[in-house]
Antibody, heavy 121, light 111 residues
């Protein structure tokens, strides 16, 4: 069965960087786009970007351009999301989500369990 | 401010039907049949309920249905059950550089 297992909670200081991992299993990792979505406490969902695990190509939301980097390691079926220059308003649960649409139509059928990133001095 | 507009809350009694709207533009909801709906219970990850406007993934009850007219998509839940109480988010592919946009979410209360 498809599973996305994310790394554990992080506490970071303002200005630091955080790197969250998402290990996929149960399907061909390189066959589906992987997206990252975040949710601030009590708020809605916000799309951050996606990576093509096959080519490594990325697309980022304009809001995060220059601060986010998405990478992957196909040998261990793991995607990564690194966010730099953290601010307090980056405090959120970060999710990885598989796009089941082969045309990249941003339909998320499987989600990781979420990783809470807390930014506090 | 979210890109797609949803009502903040809706409510209904068990057995009744409710509809949640999701309004966008011709660059997202109106331009593509790539509208999805997600259910999220507190402390849990979202769950896909409807994709490509009106398709249900395997395992989702047929009480859940989706539709679209112009720039507005809708999620209808018939025969409301207590376990349907959750937050619901719509999402759409968009032609902008930000490939996906979400609605602000709708809290469904089953009275």
């Amino acid at each position: 069965q498809v599973q996305l297992v994310q790394s554990g909670a992080e506490v970071k200081k303002p200005g630091a960087s955080v790197k969250v991992s998402c290990k996929a299993s149960g399907y061909t990792f390189t066959g589906y786009y992987m997206h990252w979505v975040r949710q601030a406490p009590g708020q809605g969902l916000e799309w951050m970007g996606r990576i093509n695990p096959n080519s490594g190509g990325t697309n980022y939301a304009q809001k995060f351009q220059g601060r986010v980097t998405m990478t992957r390691d196909t040998s261990i079926s793991t995607a990564y999301m690194e966010l730099s220059r953290l601010r307090s308003d980056d405090t959120a649960v970060y999710y990885c989500a598989r796009d089941f649409s082969l045309v990249g139509a941003t339909t998320f059928d499987y989600w990781g369990q979420g990783t809470l990133v807390t930014v506090s001095s | 401010q979210s890109a797609l507009t949803q009502p903040a809350s809706v409510s209904g009694s068990p057995g009744q039907s409710i509809t949640i709207s999701c309004t966008g533009t011709s660059s997202d909801v109106g331009g593509y049949n790539y509208v999805s709906w997600y259910q999220q219970h507190p402390g849990k990850a979202p769950k896909l309920m409807i994709y490509e406007v009106s398709n249900r993934p395997s395992g989702v009850p047929d009480r859940f249905s989706g539709s679209k007219s112009g720039n507005t998509a809708s999620l209808t839940i018939s025969g409301l059950q207590a376990e349907d109480e959750a937050d619901y988010y719509c999402s759409s592919y968009t032609s902008s550089s930000t490939l996906a946009v979400f609605g602000g979410g709708t809290k469904l209360t089953v009275l």
